[in-house]
Structure formats: structure tokens, C-alpha cells
Nanobody
């Protein structure tokens, strides 16, 4: 069964950091581009970051500089390192590979 499972979300204070992970099962992520998206309460799901098969990255302007996407093909996992978090980063973060989506992990930035 093809599946993506996110982990690493939680409650963090403004200015803090989190590292999200997304592990694939049933397929090898090394053959595919991978992406992170997020959906804040009452808003549409939006693109956050992506990484190609060869490691090239792309970021939304809203998170550029504060976020790093990376992949470890040996672990079949993609990461999203987030720093200097702001309350407006609060959202459910989803991992995506083509048409496959994870279940999401909640990130809450609040004091």
C-alpha cells in the first residue's frame, strides 16, 4: 500500500523551531519529487516547499529563508526544517508525492 506518514508537529513558541518528517511506504521516494503543503484554519491548502529527485528545492515566498526541505532517500524520508516560527505558520502540514498525500501533522505556534 502506497502511503506517506508525517510526524514532528506540535506546539511551539514564536521564534522556535520544528523538524517535520514524511516517510513513504510501499514505494521508493527517490524516484519522485516531493513536496510539503499546509492548510491553516479557514484557509485553502497552500504550497510550502518542494524538492526534486536530484535535490533541487523551491519555496513559497512566505517561508523562504526560514524553511529548509531535504530528502534522505536511504530512509525513504523527506524533512521540513522550520525556524523562526510565527503564529501565522500555524497549520496542518501535509506531505505530497504526485497524487499521494499524507494524513497531515498539526503545527501550532503560540505563546
Amino acid at each position: 500500500q502506497v502511503q506517506l506518514v508525517e510526524a514532528g508537529g506540535g506546539l511551539v513558541q514564536p521564534g522556535g523551531s520544528l523538524r517535520l518528517s514524511c516517510t513513504g511506504s510501499g514505494f521508493a521516494i527517490r524516484f519522485f519529487p516531493m513536496g510539503w503543503y499546509r492548510q491553516a484554519p479557514g484557509k485553502e491548502r497552500e504550497f510550502v516547499a518542494s524538492v526534486t529527485r536530484d535535490g533541487s528545492t523551491n519555496y513559497a515566498d512566505s517561508v523562504k529563508v526560514r524553511v529548509t526541505i531535504s530528502r534522505d532517500n536511504a530512509k525513504n524520508t523527506v524533512y521540513l526544517e522550520m525556524n523562526s516560527l510565527k503564529p501565522e505558520d500555524t497549520a496542518v502540514y501535509y506531505c505530497r508525492c504526485l497524487e499521494v498525500w499524507g494524513q497531515g501533522t498539526l503545527v501550532t505556534v503560540s505563546s
